[in-house]
């Protein structure tokens, strides 16, 4: 199993960004996907969920109406769109198999003036 995250990277308050996971070694249509972060010194949390066929979807309070996760079968990939962005939400971002131990590297995220 491999994910691996991109599309971080620094940004003001107020922008967006789209992060993406490309997933391998799995049949990525039969599994819900994850996006998770982790800020410096906090543990990390859940930001949003998706289910298999790409509904169910899940958001932490503090990112709902900001962010939206999606995920494309045919190219075996997870996104999550993230707009208004805040700078609490800096924090490295990374993929998991939900339900799984499989995470990726992550992909760091700053929003900063």
């Known amino acids: 199993v491999q994910l691996v995250e991109s599309g971080g990277g620094l940004v003001q308050p107020g922008g967006s960004l789209r992060l993406s996971c490309a997933a391998s070694?799995?049949?990525?249509?039969?599994?819900?996907m994850s996006w998770y972060r982790q800020a410096p010194g906090k543990a990390r949390e859940l930001v949003a969920g998706i289910g298999s066929a790409g509904g169910g979807t899940n958001y932490a309070d503090s990112v709902k109406g900001r962010f939206t996760i999606s995920r494309d079968n045919a190219r075996n990939t997870v996104y999550l769109q993230m707009n208004s962005l805040k700078p609490e939400d800096t924090a490295v971002y990374y993929c998991?198999?939900?339900?799984?131990?499989?995470w990726g590297q992550g992909t760091q995220v700053t929003v900063s003036s």
């Open positions: 070694g799995f049949t990525f249509r039969s599994y819900a």
């Open positions: 998991r198999r939900t339900y799984y131990s499989n």
